[in-house]
Each structure stands twice: as C-alpha cells, then as structure tokens.
C-alpha cells in the first residue's frame, strides 16, 4: 500500500501540474504533494511497518511471468526517505528561482520522483528496469531546457551514456530472468538463480557497467561534471543526491546478492576502478575554481568509496555504504543549497572572484561550513559514522587480497578532501571581500530553514546513528547471506 | 482467404470510384470505410467465418500468425488512411487510382502472411511490388520521383529475377512447389539446395532492405512523394518480414543452424550501417529511411533467433513500429522543410505535434513505457533465447544507442532550439488522432499483451 501510494502520488501530481500554468500555485502545489509523499514514506517506515502495508504485488505481464510488485525494506526506507525529505526541501530552497515555463518544470521534477522511488521500491526486475529509464527521461527534459550555455550537448551525452549502460544491463536481465528456475522476473527467483562461474563473469560486467556509468565510477564519471554544471542546481541537486544513489542501490540490491560469484571474482578490478577515481577525482577537485564542478568533483570521490566498499566485500562495509546513501545525499543537497545561494547572489561560482563572505553573511556561513564539515567527515557529523563503517570494512575484509592498499589509498583521498573542501571555505568565506562580495547580504529566512533542518539532521545522525544502523541492520544481513550462500 | 479476395475487389471498386465521382472527400470516405470492412472480414477470419471456401491446392495455409499480421497490417493502414489520407490529394490528380493501388498491395500481403507454396510468395511479392513502383512514381512532374521510381522497379524487378532463380533450385532439388514437401527431408544444406537458400535469401534481404542490399532504400524512400514512403517504409517493409520469416521457417527451418550464422552477419550489417549512417542525414526524411533500415536490422533478429520469442515479437515489432513511423510521417507531411532545421521549435508552435512526435521518437528508440520497448525487448530476449548469438545481441544494443542520437536530434530541435516560425495547417481532428496514436504507443508500452490478449481472449476462449 505504502510504496504504492509513494509512485502514484508523485506521479499524479505530476501529470496534474501540466495543466497548471501559474507559477505560483504550481510551486504551492508541487510543495504540498512532496509534502504528502514525505508523510506516507515516514509513516511506512515508522508508523505502518507490518509487512502487509510494505509489499504490493500485482499481476503486470502474466505472460512474461512478471508483476507489479514492490516491497520496502530496510535499504529501500531509507533512500525513499531521502527522496521524500529531500524534494520538498530542493523546492523550498530554490523557491525564489525563476524559470520559463513553471509549470512543466515542476511537473517533470515530480514525474522524476516517480521514477526515483519506483526504482527504490520495485522488486520485479523489469518494473525496476522501467523505472530506471523513466527517472532519465525527465531528467534529459529539465537538464535540456532550463540548463546553461552548452545544455543540450551535455544532457545528451549524459543520456547516451546511461542509455548505452542500461541496455547492457537489460542484456544481463533478459539472461538471468532465462535462467531463473521458474522463468520469472521476481527478486526472489533471480536470488535462486545459481549460474555457473564464468557466466557471472561476464554478465557482473553487463550489470556493472550500468551502475558504474550511474554511480559514477572512473573512467565513466565524464558525463557527470559537466551535467552537475549545466544543469539548473534544483536539478543537480536530485541527480547527485538521489539518482546516483540509484547505482549503488542498483548494485547493492540487483548485482551482489544475483552474481555473487562474479563479484567476488571481479572485485578487485572494480574496486581498483573505485580507488582511481578516488584519488583522480579529489586531485581534479582541488584544481577546479568553480564551485559546482569542485562539489561534482568531490562527489564522484565520495560515490567511489561507496563501490569500494561494495565490490571489497564485507558486512559492515555494506551496512556503511547504506548509512551513507543516506547521508551523502543529504549533506550533497545541503553544499548544493550553499552554491545555488552564492550564485543566485553573485551571479559567478568562481571561487576567485568571491571572498570575506564571513563577516557580510555568518548564517550562510556557518551553514556552509557545517554542511563542508560534514562532506569530509568529521566526527559527530553523519557522514562520519558511514565513512568510519566502510573503511572499517575495507580494512576487514576477507575477500580481497588487496583490501590494505585500498584502505590506505582510500584514506589518502580522504585528506584530500580535507584539503579542497577547507581550501573552498577559506577562499570564498575568508580573506578579502572583492567587489562583487562588498554588499552581500545574508540568507533568507526559507533557505535558513531548510539548511537549519539539514544542519540539526546532519548532527543528530551523527551523534546517534542507531536508528538508521538498525534499521539497515536485516537488509545487510540478508544481502550478505545470500552473497555467502551461492559460493561455490 | 476474407482478406485476399475483398481487397481485391475493393482495389477494382476504387478503380471505379474514381470514374464515377470526382469528390475527393467521397473517395476518401469510400477507401477508409472499405478498408474497415476489410479489417472487419479479416478478424472474423480468425474467429472461423470464413466468407469464400476455395480449395487453394495446399498453396496457401491460413494460420493465426498470418491473420493476426494482417490485422495489424490493416489496421495501421486504416490510421494511415485517417491521417494521411488527406496528403495524398496534394501528390497529383488521381485519388481514386493511388487508393486501388494501396488495396492491391494489402492483397500482396494478405497473399505472402499466408503462402505455403513458392508460386504463391512469388506472386504475392510481385502483388505488392508492383503497385509500389507506381506510387513512388506518381508525383509525374518530379524528376526525383520518377529517378526513384526506375531505380526501385530496375533493382526490384532484379532482386525478383533471382528469387525466381532461386525458387527454381529449390524446385530442382525437391521437384515442388510447395513449402512442405521441400521442408520435408531436408536436414543438411546440399550444393543445390545451399545455391536455392542463398539466392533465397539474397532476394527477400533486398526486399526487407538487408544490407548489403539496401542501396534502393534510401533514394527510392527520398524520392517517392512523402505520403508514400510513409506506407512503404512501414506496412510493407513489415510484410516482407512476414513474408521472409515464413520462407525460411517453412522451407529450411530443420537446418536453421547452418545458416544462421550468415543471416547473423546480415543482420548485424544492417544495424551498423543502417544506424551509422543515419547519424549523418541532414533530412529526416532521408534519416527516416535509414532508420527504417537500421529497425529492419531489429526486426532481422526474429530470422536469426526463429522461435516463438521471435515471432510474437515480429508482431509486435510491426504494429510498434508501424504505428510511430506512420505517425512521424504524418507530422513531417505538415513540414515544408524537411531538414532537422525545419523542426526547431515546434514545440512553441505546435505543442501537440511536437508531444505526440516526441512520443514517436522515443518508441523508435526503444525507451521503457512505450511500444517500442517492447518490440526490442522480444527480440533481444528471443536471440538471448537462442544462445548462440551473443555478440548480435551486443552490436545489437549498441546499435540502439547509436539510434537515439538521430531520434533525439529532432526532439533536441522540436524543444530546445529556436527558430523561423513555419506556417503549419493542422485540423483539430488530426491532432486529435495524433493523440489517440500516441496513447496507443504509451499503452501498449506499458501492457504490451492486453491488444493481443484481448484478440485471443474473443475468439478462443
């Protein structure tokens, strides 16, 4: 009932703000019914958690054998919590933007929400294959039309890309569905697929390179920059806080627990994979002046230590990369919400043109500064606790024969980030106010909202984890159990 | 046997249409009622009405496959009809005439979705062949046209020379015409009969516009006044699918394995080419016509997988894909210019044109929740099915990618450029239809099997 009420409530909205053409109602609008998601995703996961409310199942195509069937577990709460929280909070920070036609704005934004959560909540592999595609669609739309200059070819490359890696992985799915024992597109039935070793050699790949392409792991990480850059940031702030998230979902839910053999097998490679771009992202990052492509650059470093902890198998690290699905997305919406405020007010992201915002603006300050803080990981902040459990399982881990000099790569790009994220403060908040900074005021009273609900979450978690740790905690342990099982 | 005959007689009934009334709208409204009579006759075919009990001999064999295609054949021929219909006035003065034609050819394809004899899919290629080199003629006074039309009946009646050729092998070797007998006992390819297969398959690739057969295609789909490519590049494209699968299901289905790897090789071919070149067209009418090759390459996969998969999917495929060419075509008949230019912001002006065509686009790419996911979905799944082609299944994907950048080329126009306002007649009946088309295409995306299950459901259940 619940991850149903989740697809359709944003996606009737959706469709009904089409014909809304005032911009104000159409952002009243778009607001409450993200509100209303919010409501239903906490209430199912605190209030209605029987199984009953949780899973839906409806036949679809019977004769493929494949259904409507959606379930929530432990991993899929918190991210479709995170997308709950995080539009209406997109939509009350970026209220005072402006765009041309408002209407299919919001209503493609909210049709994106549809996608997002469907893919989170989808346990019949070709439901979570649809939904995969349909969150692109109207992300192609809003990055094509309300971008920058060169919107158009970079959407496009961005959508080739993920294209190119979601037909491979409908290879892999068509293959496995093939030889599942009762030719169904069910979780349940791909968990049973037992495929020889080097079949899931190849077919780790097909999926892999799907995930890779979303996540998005060195060398497929070139879309992602430039789209972060052009896109309008209320749109970024999506892409890198929640759809992202849907490649390590995708891997930690439809790759690890189906292909088993192959990824212990091919681990190594793909964490190696991860630890480049790791390192290679944070050291572009520190080079960069404008502040969307420095945070850009830092997420792809923070999305490669995910896969890392991923494809170097262990529990806790699993556990860890979940807690930090979470937490990224919150702390990434949270940076993007300081750069759109700086741009919106300055007109230029370039961190050399800014400087002494400090003393002209503290509360947007210190907001940036917790929110960066919190990027690197800093204790009692809640990237800390994700971060500290997936080295933790790096460090641990059994299937790997390189996990140390992963760790200490690992580690290295973490003091990078230090490096960068510290760097960006002191130039833009520090130092010398230039002349485009001499008369800046300070935030809002909405934008100080949602930054201070952020802020409150972002200590909160990270001073008390153990909701979050618990409520993974059977998740982990079932896609753990079956990664364990299927070893030959 | 229902569609045979009554297309026939509608074809003569046009004919004389077009002596007895000048009112273009009554010949219009004689030809899309008759043609709905037509899908009328054809679907209690399938129920068992049989209206005409002729003893064929064994050289035709009407099974649910064939009928159902020829539902789908005609029905998108009715919506052709209904958006187009109106744009055939404008090619030249003989209305009446072009209808017939058009009927003649469904009776080609009612004849080769049912032929078990060679005579009889030598005939019906030829039934469809025919009125088609007239049409891509018809515009008269255009010297493309008439270009197009030698070039497509040269290289056609060629390409007829060798299926003759090698019908007459398969004769030699089995002493019939007739597709069970030189099925029967056949399980290894001699020098004979390999000779008879390949001049076989030569002959139904350039039909289906297979490289290296292809080199027709593009100018006789450029040339052809534009209403016409529209029915030439969807109906009967897919009907010699029908007509291809059948042949070499019927005739060498027992040793598929030894050929398979060669009808590979030419399906991945025409996905490459088709799609690479496509890439570089700067008309989309033009890009049009090599994206109706690189899909034949799609649709090549049922050849190359032949199973059940594959030939549900060959369906589908054709009413998929039929349904959003036809409808692209009939948005750029509005055009006068047809290059991607001339759609750059559409969508400003005509909102319905551009959202429809949109939805057009991405079937024809293969994106989720329309037909055209599903189309390739079958297929994919049927060569997965087989086993033994992988590596198509491979190109075949990438080939895909390679296509959305020629679909989303004219979106990117359609939506996020600027440009010389068009002036754009339009009723509200057509955008109407446009709408409904389009519907259709995002419902079947998402219950691909609720049209054919209701078919089933209402006649053998």
């Given at each position: 009932?619940?991850?149903?009420?989740?697809?359709?409530?944003?996606?009737?909205?959706?469709?009904?703000?089409?014909?809304?053409?005032?911009?104000?109602?159409?952002?009243?609008?778009?607001?409450?019914?993200?509100?209303?998601?919010?409501?239903?995703?906490?209430?199912?996961?605190?209030?209605?958690?029987?199984?009953?409310y949780?899973?839906?199942n409806?036949?679809?195509?019977?004769?493929?054998?494949?259904?409507?069937?959606?379930?929530?577990?432990?991993?899929?709460?918190?991210?479709?919590?995170?997308?709950?929280?995080?539009?209406p909070?997109?939509?009350?920070?970026?209220?005072?933007?402006?765009?041309?036609?408002?209407?299919?704005?919001?209503?493609?934004?909210?049709?994106?929400?549809?996608?997002?959560?469907?893919?989170?909540?989808?346990?019949?592999?070709?439901?979570?294959?649809?939904?995969?595609?349909?969150?692109?669609?109207?992300?192609?739309?809003?990055?094509?039309?309300?971008?920058?200059?060169?919107?158009?070819?970079?959407?496009?490359?961005?959508?080739?890309?993920?294209?190119?890696?979601?037909?491979?992985?409908?290879?892999?799915?068509?293959?496995?569905?093939?030889?599942?024992?009762?030719?169904?597109?069910?979780?349940?039935?791909?968990?049973?697929?037992?495929?020889?070793?080097?079949?899931q050699?190849?077919?780790?790949?097909?999926?892999?390179?799907?995930?890779?392409?979303k996540?998005?792991?060195?060398?497929?990480?070139?879309?992602?920059?430039?789209?972060?850059?052009?896109s309008?940031?209320?749109?970024?702030?999506?892409?890198?806080?929640?759809?992202?998230?849907?490649?390590?979902?995708?891997?930690?839910?439809?790759?690890?627990?189906?292909?088993?053999?192959?990824?212990?097998?091919?681990?190594?490679?793909?964490?190696?994979?991860?630890?480049?771009?790791?390192?290679?992202?944070?050291?572009?990052?520190?080079?960069?002046?404008?502040?969307?492509?420095?945070?850009?650059?830092?997420?792809?470093?923070?999305?490669?230590?995910?896969?890392?902890?991923?494809?170097?198998?262990?529990?806790?690290?699993?556990?860890?990369?979940?807690?930090?699905?979470?937490?990224?997305?919150?702390?990434?919406?949270?940076?993007?919400?300081?750069?759109?405020?700086?741009?919106?007010?300055?007109?230029?992201?370039?961190?050399?043109?800014?400087?002494?915002?400090?003393?002209?603006?503290?509360?947007?300050?210190?907001?940036?500064?917790?929110?960066?803080?919190?990027?690197?990981?800093l204790?009692?902040?809640?990237?800390?606790?994700?971060?500290f459990?997936?080295?933790?399982?790096?460090?641990?881990?059994?299937a790997?024969?390189?996990?140390?000099?992963?760790?200490?790569?690992?580690?290295?790009?973490?003091?990078?980030?230090?490096?960068?994220?510290?760097?960006?403060?002191?130039?833009?908040?520090?130092?010398?106010?230039?002349?485009?900074?001499?008369?800046?005021?300070?935030?809002?009273?909405?934008?100080?909202?949602?930054?201070?609900?952020?802020?409150?979450?972002?200590?909160?978690?990270?001073?008390?984890?153990?909701?979050?740790?618990?409520?993974?905690?059977?998740?982990?342990?079932?896609?753990?159990?079956?990664?364990?099982?299927?070893?030959? | 046997?229902?569609?045979?005959?009554?297309?026939?007689?509608?074809?003569?009934v046009?004919?004389?249409?077009?002596?007895?009334?000048?009112?273009?709208?009554?010949?219009?409204?004689?030809?899309?009622?008759?043609?709905?009579?037509?899908?009328?006759?054809?679907?209690?075919?399938?129920?068992?009405?049989?209206?005409?009990?002729?003893?064929?001999?064994?050289?035709?064999?009407?099974?649910?496959?064939?009928?159902?295609?020829?539902?789908?054949?005609?029905a998108?021929?009715?919506?052709y009809?209904?958006?187009?219909?109106?744009?055939?006035?404008?090619?030249?003065?003989?209305?009446?005439?072009?209808?017939?034609?058009i009927?003649?050819?469904?009776?080609?394809?009612?004849?080769?979705?049912?032929?078990?004899?060679?005579?009889?899919l030598?005939?019906?290629?030829?039934?469809?062949?025919?009125?088609?080199?007239?049409?891509?003629?018809?515009?008269?006074?255009?010297?493309?046209?008439?270009?197009?039309?030698?070039?497509?009946?040269?290289?056609?009646?060629?390409?007829?020379?060798?299926?003759?050729?090698?019908?007459?092998?398969?004769?030699?070797?089995?002493?019939?015409?007739?597709?069970?007998?030189?099925?029967?006992?056949?399980?290894?390819?001699?020098?004979?009969?390999?000779?008879?297969?390949?001049?076989?398959?030569f002959?139904?690739?350039?039909?289906?516009?297979?490289?290296?057969?292809?080199?027709?295609?593009?100018?006789?789909?450029?040339?052809?006044p534009?209403?016409?490519?529209?029915?030439?590049?969807?109906i009967?494209?897919?009907?010699?699918?029908?007509?291809?699968?059948?042949?070499?299901?019927?005739?060498?289905?027992?040793?598929?394995?030894?050929?398979?790897?060669?009808?590979?090789?030419?399906?991945?071919?025409?996905?490459?080419?088709?799609?690479?070149?496509?890439?570089?067209?700067?008309s989309?009418?033009?890009?049009?016509?090599?994206?109706?090759?690189?899909?034949?390459?799609?649709?090549?996969?049922?050849?190359?997988?032949?199973?059940?998969?594959?030939?549900?999917?060959?369906?589908?495929?054709?009413?998929?894909?039929?349904?959003?060419?036809?409808?692209?075509?009939?948005?750029?008949?509005?055009?006068?210019?047809?290059?991607?230019?001339?759609?750059?912001?559409?969508?400003?002006?005509?909102?319905?044109?551009?959202?429809?065509?949109?939805?057009?686009?991405?079937?024809?790419?293969?994106?989720?929740?329309?037909?055209?996911?599903?189309?390739?979905?079958?297929?994919?799944?049927?060569?997965?099915?087989?086993?033994?082609?992988?590596?198509?299944?491979?190109?075949?994907?990438?080939?895909?990618?390679?296509?959305?950048?020629?679909?989303?080329?004219?979106?990117?126009?359609?939506?996020?450029?600027?440009?010389?306002?068009?002036?754009?007649?339009?009723?509200?009946?057509?955008?109407?239809?446009?709408?409904?088309?389009?519907?259709?295409?995002?419902?079947?995306?998402?219950?691909?099997?609720?049209?054919?299950?209701?078919?089933?459901s209402?006649?053998?259940?």
């Amino acid at each position: 009932m619940i991850p149903v009420l989740l697809i359709v409530i944003p996606l009737v909205s959706g469709l009904l703000a089409f014909l809304i053409k005032q911009e104000k109602s159409v952002k009243v609008w778009s607001l409450v019914t993200s509100l209303i998601t919010m409501v239903v995703a906490i209430l199912g996961i605190a209030v209605l958690h029987k199984p009953e409310y949780l899973q839906t199942n409806v036949a679809w195509l019977p004769n493929l054998n494949s259904n409507f069937s959606l379930t929530m577990d432990g991993m899929s709460k918190l991210l479709c919590l995170l997308t709950g929280i995080a539009y209406p909070g997109i939509f009350i920070a970026t209220w005072n933007s402006t765009y041309k036609n408002p209407h299919q704005f919001y209503a493609l934004m909210l049709l994106m929400q549809t996608g997002l959560l469907g893919v989170f909540v989808a346990s019949d592999a070709l439901l979570f294959y649809f939904f995969w595609e349909l969150a692109l669609i109207p992300a192609y739309f809003l990055c094509s039309i309300w971008g920058g200059e060169r919107r158009v070819a970079v959407t496009f490359k961005f959508f080739i890309y993920t294209f190119v890696g979601s037909l491979l992985m409908l290879i892999g799915i068509i293959w496995v569905y093939l030889h599942t024992p009762d030719h169904s597109f069910a979780m349940t039935s791909f968990y049973k697929v037992n495929l020889p070793g080097n079949t899931q050699g190849w077919l780790f790949w097909l999926f892999f390179l799907a995930f890779a392409i979303k996540i998005p792991l060195w060398p497929f990480h070139t879309w992602q920059p430039d789209t972060y850059e052009q896109s309008p940031t209320a749109v970024t702030m999506v892409l890198s806080g929640i759809m992202v998230k849907m490649g390590v979902f995708g891997v930690l839910r439809w790759l690890a627990p189906v292909l088993p053999v192959g990824l212990w097998g091919y681990g190594d490679p793909a964490a190696t994979m991860c630890v480049i771009g790791m390192i290679y992202a944070s050291f572009v990052a520190m080079q960069q002046d404008d502040l969307k492509r420095l945070v850009a650059y830092s997420s792809i470093a923070h999305m490669g230590l995910m896969g890392l902890a991923i494809f170097v198998t262990s529990s806790i690290g699993i556990q860890g990369v979940m807690i930090q699905m979470f937490n990224h997305g919150i702390n990434i919406i949270g940076m993007w919400i300081v750069v759109e405020l700086i741009e919106r007010q300055f007109g230029t992201r370039k961190m050399s043109e800014l400087g002494g915002l400090a003393q002209k603006a503290p509360g947007l300050a210190i907001m940036l500064v917790v929110v960066a803080l919190a990027n690197v990981a800093l204790p009692l902040t809640n990237a800390f606790i994700g971060e500290f459990m997936m080295f933790n399982g790096v460090f641990s881990s059994k299937a790997s024969n390189y996990h140390y000099i992963f760790m200490v790569v690992g580690g290295i790009s973490i003091i990078l980030s230090a490096i960068y994220t510290l760097n960006m403060i002191q130039k833009v908040f520090y130092g010398n106010t230039s002349s485009l900074t001499a008369n800046a005021r300070d935030i809002r009273v909405n934008e100080k909202f949602v930054l201070a609900v952020l802020l409150i979450g972002i200590v909160i978690m990270g001073v008390y984890p153990k909701p979050m740790i618990e409520a993974t905690k059977h998740a982990v342990d079932a896609i753990y159990s079956k990664m364990f099982i299927k070893l030959p | 046997m229902n569609a045979i005959v009554i297309s026939a007689v509608l074809g003569v009934v046009m004919m004389f249409c077009g002596v007895f009334t000048n009112s273009k709208p009554a010949v219009r409204t004689v030809a899309v009622i008759g043609l709905l009579g037509l899908i009328i006759a054809n679907v209690l075919d399938m129920g068992g009405y049989h209206f005409f009990n002729v003893n064929v001999r064994g050289m035709l064999a009407f099974d649910v496959f064939g009928l159902l295609f020829n539902t789908i054949a005609f029905a998108a021929t009715w919506i052709y009809f209904l958006l187009s219909g109106r744009d055939m006035e404008r090619v030249g003065v003989n209305l009446a005439e072009y209808f017939a034609l058009i009927f003649f050819v469904l009776c080609g394809i009612a004849i080769v979705s049912a032929f078990n004899s060679l005579l009889m899919l030598f005939l019906g290629i030829e039934i469809i062949s025919i009125p088609l080199y007239i049409l891509t003629g018809s515009d008269k006074r255009n010297l493309k046209s008439n270009e197009a039309a030698l070039k497509y009946f040269l290289m056609g009646s060629f390409s007829t020379g060798i299926m003759l050729m090698g019908i007459t092998l398969l004769y030699g070797v089995k002493g019939s015409f007739n597709m069970d007998v030189i099925r029967a006992g056949s399980s290894t390819l001699t020098p004979m009969l390999a000779a008879g297969l390949l001049l076989l398959l030569f002959a139904m690739s350039f039909k289906v516009s297979a490289v290296p057969f292809h080199f027709w295609t593009p100018d006789a789909y450029d040339g052809s006044p534009t209403v016409f490519t529209s029915f030439m590049a969807t109906i009967v494209k897919v009907a010699g699918f029908i007509a291809f699968i059948r042949l070499f299901e019927g005739c060498f289905g027992e040793m598929h394995k030894q050929w398979q790897l060669l009808a590979a090789i030419i399906t991945a071919a025409t996905l490459f080419i088709g799609n690479i070149t496509a890439v570089f067209q700067q008309s989309v009418k033009r890009m049009l016509s090599y994206s109706s090759i690189a899909q034949a390459g799609f649709m090549l996969f049922a050849l190359v997988a032949m199973n059940n998969t594959a030939k549900e999917g060959l369906i589908f495929y054709a009413a998929a894909y039929s349904l959003a060419t036809i409808g692209i075509f009939a948005v750029l008949l509005k055009m006068k210019d047809y290059t991607f230019e001339g759609f750059n912001g559409l969508a400003k002006r005509q909102p319905v044109l551009a959202a429809t065509n949109t939805i057009f686009l991405l079937s024809l790419a293969g994106i989720p929740a329309t037909a055209g996911f599903w189309a390739k979905f079958y297929m994919l799944s049927a060569a997965i099915d087989n086993g033994n082609v992988m590596w198509l299944v491979i190109v075949g994907v990438l080939c895909a990618a390679i296509s959305v950048y020629y679909y989303f080329r004219v979106i990117q126009a359609m939506y996020f450029k600027d440009g010389e306002p068009q002036e754009i007649e339009t009723s509200r009946s057509f955008k109407g239809l446009l709408i409904v088309i389009a519907a259709a295409v995002v419902l079947l995306g998402i219950f691909p099997h609720w049209l054919i299950n209701q078919l089933y459901s209402f006649f053998y259940l």
